[in-house]
């Protein structure tokens, strides 16, 4: 199946941790003053309900691995017993794009790209999971999607349904989907959400040696950069990569865990 082009995060967005009839709408132009008042009235339940209907739209826009395709059934197995992780309810589909790359969602979706699962393997794999479930229970997701929200989809506003949230045109969804694209997060975020995949590994009975192991993979596929080739997007936010691998890898050997060999 021939890739397709994809906008996705760095890291975890809320939905995160993107791309891609018109839709019929009730919308409303609002002023600058009403536009600030909304940006600090919305709800999370207002930004779930957004991160649902942009996951889906995600989902409708994106090649999604068939049930019976090899990275789809590898997955399944991979998560048979990731049903729900710290309070968040799980489900998990692969899209089948080159990108090396992933994302989790605040409705607990997570999404892995053919790309990562091409370089990395399954305990690798683990430890991407766990690091873009981070971002998500660490709210970084939560507030990236939050402005972009409020300064691509809902800057000329959209009209409340009943209280809810109201519907995002495909228009409104393309410019949230830029904004996402190119939000990266902090030096400490991303320490947190790396401790935060490191802790479950360990509580998936993992050996938490595989964080570091991940990010030294995406030093191999990068040749060397932390920012370059094919895995620049993930995890390209500071600290660099080669950076994290020894803070990941020291870490391992200051708990007792030993390096396990790859997977063939």
Known sequence: MKN???LLSASALMLSSIAFGQIKINTKTIGAATKAAQAVTLSNED????????????DANNPVAPDNHEFAMR???????LKSYDGLDLNFKVYLVKDVNAFACADGSVRICAGLLDVMDDNEVLGVIGHEIGHVKNMDSRDGFKTALMTSALKDGVSSQGGTAGVLSESQLGDLGEQIANMSFSRKQESAADDYGYKFLKDNQVNPWYMSMAFERLVEVS???????????????HPDTQKRVSEMAKKAEKDGFEKPQPQQ
Do not use: C, D, H, Q
């Open 223 to 237: 040749g060397g950069a932390s920012e370059g080739g094919p895995a620049k997007k993930l995890f390209s936010s």
């Open 75 to 81: 997955l399944k197995k991979l998560t048979e017993n």
């Open 4 to 6: 397709k082009p994809i």
């Open 47 to 58: 930004v779930v309900a957004y991160t649902r209907e942009y996951i889906e739209w995600m």
